[in-house]
């Protein structure tokens, strides 16, 4: 392949020599001393070519044979400068591309108008929020990141020049081409933004070229249809309009385009475009504002310029303005005669070509085209769309949420209580933002088209009249100001009828200055603007909604006196999970595939139908996927809202929190004994047992009772203990058509104090005690334990798939099924608990008997692992939780906490990987589930399984080792060391 060549004296030697020969690239040498590769290529052009660079012409991967021999021939015949590539995709762009420059003598300088990204010409690509929706942003760091991730997609496309960014203000919210290209309205805020968007092109080795010289924002004709007039003076542009300009030049700009602004203040020929006054390129751009980079026109061929100056003409005038580049040249042949004629008429002068065509070379240079290399299209698409790139998108848009009211009585993530609908204006299909929000809640769902008429809007609000909160997201906007974004007085009116009987929560996602022309929606509790509608915003809202983070922004334009520019409502501090990418935290996600195969692993092997696994780290949750069905059966598939039975692990999320409230209260003490808190023990060898030992499986307890065998009688339920349907005396459901006599409850009490403790004080793990502390719950709170743990932790918590008997508030076919019970229950187990013992107390058991989905039990989790904090609120002093996750028995080869498991001493061995530190803690659950929070790593790790369907013989889980392989996959792709080993270990039970 020939590459494009830096040219030196030798060169051009060889070239006279050989003159009659004229190669594509000019072979590679060492400039002499002092000489750069644009004074060497500079000094062999003929003033043909010379003229040639100052051409940039318009370049598109979506057309055909036609348009490419079009553009070759203006390559090999007027040997043009450069090329702005135009709408089409990224694989055809770099092909055309690298075709391009092997043709050209001179590496062409590649451009894109990519103001939020090449996304916004290429398909395939990552689309980026536009800058009015960045202009609410307040960490200008992102700004930078923003830039930069620009700059290294663009570089990786070949082009080295980005038409951006826009640093217009704009002042006038009619303005019909600007709007929300603009960072808004405030010159200073324009002007920090395009510094962080500019600084972060350029690191990348990308031109930036901040537009419109001297500034668009204050028009209302759109000069791609006319030429608009501005009729500021020169103070009034000094103050507001050029100030951007000039602080990003003092900063190290690279490149401006003019625009076609017709100013008769500062120079009255009449209909003369900016673009061809020296007064404004020269006078004011050039001396006085000491700008000496590169001059690019705004497009030739716009109407601005064009509907008044003829090709070529246009062209020469640009030129003599002080304009380096012309872009979007209508007819080069023809210009390049016109600028040759005003060359021999002096209209221009040799210098100035020469001025203009060094300074092309310079910034070629600058590019790096003095060491060109082709594309490689290898990866391409992949290597434009990266997890880094995704996560930032997400990072921009959910700090972009403006808040600009919010009188809502309680906030969305602590009304699980509430009945919730959502109402979707101009579109009929389902929404990312209800898929998303149905991670955190139930709702109900409505749409209405964006003008309803006042019959729906009636049918609607009478609909709605039951519900205690209404969302109404503003969807399928416009961009168009004429169409004021499509936010229309009667979906103003439909949000204005709801609030008069409900609290509402209003969600625009447009331009804020669409609110300005209608009547306002003064009657919503609280208002956000996303600033634009895509899938990832409406995650984004869904998410702050939730109060899993975002929010913040200031409004970069007023809509009125009150909701001015900068104002805008802090974001609760208040967190709940949030979601994130791996890259965040440094993690490759390719290396999390890991997990994937671990967990596809045991589905093949039939360890379990189906699995939710969930990590998250400080507070954000990285890796959350759904694997299999529900059964082998493959009927309903695992989703992140599959609520699963825990088993084992409702000791910590129910018994051991609710001891922890209690104990905070002053109604129970853990260093207390057993007798303190329930009389009936008082004459059995029990009386002394203290409720620390037994909850750390220290207190010569049995491992467990077989309940249920003492009431089968002939392999089947016992009439005398059991009914098929409930009747008084019965009312207790242990499963589907099965009631236990009430009074049981109290005879498993009094077998268990029947039963002898060992002789021998040593850790072994027992459910006994949690029956204890169910009772212990009831009588100190008058509550049983679910309402209690229900009342304290999940309803405040928003944890609304956990709790006791899912049945009573969820579908059946969300919960998972455990066992085929053919010893006890003869029948399928789903939905009701599958430890018999708890099933014959109800359910409701202090050892077994909550469900939950992956992200309720997370979220249980990190408050456990924040000591006792979640979503801005305390659940249990932090000392408490301390207390309670440390090991008080180490010395006595028993690993536990008071309540919670805890890693084991030795290495390779228990229920975490040897990474997990050894303040980690959590829990196990027979049904095949994990929950394990790491406070010195800040990590959370969920696995849920019914790996006892449909039999609980199964042990693959165990034996395969899944839990601890996935959990060892993430701990190693954070570069986490082992933990010290020490002697003491003890066996893991679930």
Not at 750 to 757: E, R
Request: net charge negative; proline share 5%.
């Amino acid at each position: 392949m020939r590459q494009p060549l830096i040219v030196t004296f030798f060169v051009a030697c060889v070239a006279l020599l050989y003159s009659f020969s004229t190669p594509r690239h000019l072979a590679n040498a060492t400039p002499g001393p002092k000489k750069t590769w644009a004074d060497s290529v500079f000094h062999t052009l003929t003033l043909e070519q010379k003229i040639g660079q100052l051409f940039m012409v318009a370049a598109y991967s979506n057309m055909g044979n036609d348009h490419v021999a079009e553009i070759e021939k203006l390559i090999t015949q007027q040997e043009i400068g450069g090329l702005i590539f135009m709408q089409g995709g990224p694989l055809r762009e770099a092909e055309l591309c690298n075709r391009y420059q092997r043709m050209s003598n001179i590496p062409l300088l590649i451009a894109m108008d990519a103001e939020w990204g090449p996304g916004m010409r290429l398909d395939s690509i990552i689309v980026y929020p536009r800058q009015m929706t960045l202009g609410a942003i307040q960490d200008n760091h992102l700004l930078y990141n923003f830039g930069r991730e620009v700059g290294r997609q663009l570089k990786r496309l070949g082009i080295h020049v980005d038409f951006a960014p826009v640093v217009d203000v704009n002042n006038n919210p009619q303005n019909p081409v600007i709007g929300n290209r603009s960072f808004g309205e405030s010159r200073d805020e324009v002007a920090e933004r395009g510094l962080a968007y500019m600084r972060g092109l350029q690191d990348e080795g990308v031109l930036a070229c901040a537009k419109h010289f001297p500034g668009h924002g204050d028009t209302d004709v759109d000069s791609h249809e006319d030429l608009p007039v501005i009729r500021h003076n020169k103070a009034r542009l000094d103050s507001l309009e050029l100030y951007p300009f000039k602080y990003l030049i003092d900063k190290g700009l690279k490149s401006m385009m003019i625009a076609h602004l017709y100013m008769p203040e500062i120079d009255s020929t009449a209909l003369q475009p900016s673009t061809l006054s020296e007064k404004i390129v020269t006078g004011i751009l050039r001396e006085e504002m000491g700008f000496d980079g590169l001059v690019f026109t705004d497009a030739m061929t716009m109407k601005g310029i064009a509907k008044y100056f003829e090709p070529g003409d246009m062209d020469v005038k640009a030129l003599q303005a002080g304009n380096d580049m012309l872009l979007f040249p209508a007819d080069v042949p023809v210009a390049i005669e016109k600028i040759k004629m005003a060359l021999d008429s002096g209209m221009l002068s040799l210098k100035q070509i020469d001025d203009h065509c060094m300074r092309i070379l310079k910034a070629k240079e600058w590019a790096g085209l003095n060491h060109y290399r082709p594309i490689k299209k290898r990866n391409l698409v992949a290597d434009l769309n990266t997890t880094y790139g995704k996560e930032l998108e997400r990072q921009l848009v959910s700090a972009a949420i403006t808040t600009i009211k919010n009188n809502l009585k309680t906030p969305l993530w602590t009304a699980d209580t509430l009945k919730v609908a959502t109402v979707s204006v101009g579109t009929n299909t389902t929404t990312a933002f209800n898929k998303t929000i149905e991670k955190y809640l139930s709702a109900d769902h409505f749409e209405v088209e964006y003008k309803p008429s006042f019959p729906t809007i009636k049918r609607l609000v009478e609909d709605l009249s039951g519900y205690d909160l209404v969302i109404v997201n503003w969807l399928k906007t416009s961009n168009k100001a004429s169409r004021n974004y499509n936010l229309t007085e009667q979906a103003s009116l439909l949000v204005n009828q709801l609030g008069a009987q409900q609290q509402v929560i209003l969600n625009v996602f447009a331009n804020p200055y669409g609110l300005a022309a209608i009547p306002f929606p003064s009657q919503a509790a609280q208002i956000n603007i996303a600033y634009q509608d895509n899938d990832i915003t409406q995650e984004a809202v869904a998410d702050f909604l939730a109060g899993s983070g975002g929010g913040g922004g200031k409004l970069p334009v007023s809509i009125s006196p009150k909701y001015h520019q900068g104002f805008g409502l802090d974001a609760p501090n208040a967190m709940r999970l949030g979601y994130t990418l791996p890259e965040s935290f440094g993690i490759d996600s390719d290396v999390l595939r890991k997990i994937d195969s671990i967990a596809i692993e045991g589905i093949r092997e039939q360890a379990y139908p189906g699995c939710r696994v969930l990590f998250a780290k400080d507070g954000r949750i990285f890796y959350d996927k759904s694997f299999g069905y529900q059964t082998y059966e493959k009927k309903v598939p695992v989703d992140e809202n599959t609520v699963y039975d825990l088993a084992s692990i409702t000791k910590i999320v129910a018994s051991t929190a609710a001891l922890m409230k209690m104990q905070d209260e002053g109604l129970v003490n853990v260093d207390y004994n057993l007798c303190d808190y329930l009389d009936v023990c008082d004459t059995s060898e029990y009386f002394n047992m203290n409720l620390r030992e037994m909850l750390s499986h220290f207190a010569r307890l049995k491992s467990w009772i077989p309940f249920y065998t003492e009431t089968i009688a002939d392999g089947a339920p016992n009439p005398r203990y059991y009914r098929s349907a409930p009747e008084e005396g019965f009312t207790v459901q242990v499963a589907d058509d099965l009631y236990i006599m009430d009074a049981y409850r109290d005879s498993m009490l009094n077998t268990i104090y029947n039963t002898p403790l060992s002789s021998e004080l040593k850790y072994k793990y027992s459910d006994l005690g949690y029956y204890f502390v169910e009772r212990i719950v009831k009588q100190k709170t008058g509550k049983s334990i679910d309402a209690y743990v229900a009342e304290h932790f999940y309803e405040p918590m928003g944890l609304t798939s956990m709790g006791y008997l899912p049945l009573q508030h969820l579908p059946l076919e969300r919960i998972a099924p455990t066992e085929y019970d053919m010893t006890f229950r003869k029948q399928l187990i789903h939905g009701h608990v599958h430890d018999p013992g708890a099933a014959m107390t109800g359910g409701v058991g202090g050892h077994a008997g909550v469900f939950s989905t992956a992200y309720d039990l997370a979220a249980m989790m990190q408050m456990f692992m924040d000591r006792g904090y979640y979503s801005g609120t305390r659940y249990i002093n932090p000392e408490t939780v301390d207390y309670f996750t440390d090991c008080h028995y180490c010395d006595e080869d028993n690993r536990r906490g008071i309540g919670f498991d805890k890693p084991t001493s030795v290495l390779n061995s228990g229920p975490t990987c040897n990474q997990a530190s050894a303040e980690s803690f959590g829990h196990s659950g027979f049904t095949g589930t994990l929950a394990w929070a790491d406070p010195v790593n800040g990590i959370v790790y969920v696995f849920l399984s019914n790996r006892v369907y449909p039999n609980a013989e199964n042990r693959k889980l165990l034996n395969m080792d899944i839990r601890t392989r996935i959990q060892e996959v993430v701990y190693e792709a954070l570069n986490i060391p082992d933990r010290p080993a020490v002697e003491h270990v003890s066996k893991n039970h679930e």
